[in-house]
Each structure stands twice: as C-alpha cells, then as structure tokens.
C-alpha cells in the first residue's frame, strides 16, 4: 500500500489549498477514505471524511463550511479543498482509511505540509 499526498505550500490566512492523496496497492473504491492531519506538538486529528462512493462525506467541527472532501475512484485519488484557511490549520495532512469501520490504518505516507501565515 502507498498513499502519496501533495499540493501543500505556503498560503496567507483567508486563501485556499486543494490537497490529493494518491493511493495504490489496494483497492480504493471499496474503502472510505478520510483526511488526517498534525500540528506540531499535538496529536494526528481526523478532519474529514468520504465513503467509498462519494457520499456522506463528514467533518471536523473545526473545519466543517471551510473544508470539501471529495474522490475520483478512477483515478484512485481523494481530495481536500480547503478554503478560508487560518493559522490554526497549519499541519501536516495526511490521507488513510478511517478507524472505525477499519481495524488499522494503513502504513502513513509523508504527508503534504500546509502553512498558513501572514
């Protein structure tokens, strides 16, 4: 299994970030998929959601209205859209299936820093 995230950077407060996560080694449609990530200091935090379809997508309190969770099971690909970004939302982001329905995680990848600075 191989989860690859990218599309992080540097972003003033207020701008957006589109985040994907390219996954391989399994088969991706017949998993959820959910969006994670760590600040320094703090633990790994779920941030949101997506069923294997596309639906039912969920959020974090902290993100929900700023955030979009979406995939592309043809392409084996998830995504965060991540607008009205705050200095709060400086983490590394991180793609994995979600526990529970799951038993474990799958390996991490290196995730995609994102830094959110005036």
């Known amino acids: 299994v191989q989860l690859v995230e990218s599309g992080g950077g540097l972003v003033q407060p207020g701008g957006s970030l589109r985040l994907s996560c390219v996954a391989s080694?399994?088969?991706?449609?017949?998993?959820?998929m959910s969006w994670y990530r760590q600040a320094p200091g703090k633990e790994r935090e779920l941030v949101a959601s997506?069923?294997?379809?596309?639906?039912?997508?969920s959020y974090a309190d902290s993100v929900k209205g700023r955030f979009t969770v979406s995939r592309d099971n043809a392409k084996s690909t998830v995504y965060l859209q991540m607008n009205g970004l705050k200095p709060e939302d400086t983490a590394v982001y991180y793609c994995?299936?979600?526990?529970?329905?799951?038993?474990?995680?799958?390996?991490w990848g290196q995730g995609t820093q994102v830094t959110v600075s005036s």
């Open positions: 080694g399994f088969t991706f449609s017949s998993y959820a």
């Open positions: 994995n299936i979600p526990i529970p329905p799951y038993g474990a995680h799958f390996s």
């Open positions: 997506i069923s294997r379809h596309g639906g039912s997508p």
